[in-house]
């Protein structure tokens, strides 16, 4: 089992930032790659960005250039930096991680999500 907790979401101008945090607690499986997603109103839910336990990461075009996805291992911590924040970054932001226990594939788990807000 892994749990995952998500902060860090709230309202914030177009142009701002805000960093989101996933925490994994209650680990018993070992975690690799770890993503966030997001869910527009009414849109699908879309990859944002991944990072894997090597520290190799991905974006999406959308986030390329205003987001930085990190992690910190010994803690059970990943976060998104979310700069220059357009309104079309508005949705919930949601926290996954790829579970394994040893070398076999234990499930994808998912956090409660966090909202993100971008005003004009």
């Known amino acids: 089992q892994v749990h995952l907790v998500e902060s860090g979401g709230g309202v914030v101008q177009a142009g701002g930032s805000l960093r989101l945090s996933c925490a994994a607690t209650?680990?018993?499986?070992?975690?690799?790659?770890m993503r966030w997603y997001r869910e527009a109103s009414k849109k699908q839910r879309e990859l944002v960005a991944a990072?894997?336990?090597?520290?190799?990461?991905m974006y999406a075009d959308s986030a390329k250039g205003r987001f930085t996805i990190s992690r910190d291992i010994a803690k059970d911590m990943m976060y998104l930096q979310m700069n220059s924040l357009k309104l079309e970054d508005t949705a919930v932001y949601y926290c996954?991680?790829?579970?394994?226990?040893?070398?076999?594939?234990?499930?994808?788990?998912w956090g409660q999500g966090t909202q993100v807000t971008v005003s004009s």
């Open positions: 209650g680990k018993t499986f070992s975690i690799d790659t």
């Open positions: 996954n991680a790829e579970a394994y226990r040893d070398l076999d594939f234990a499930g994808d788990y």
């Open positions: 990072i894997t336990t090597a520290g190799a990461v």
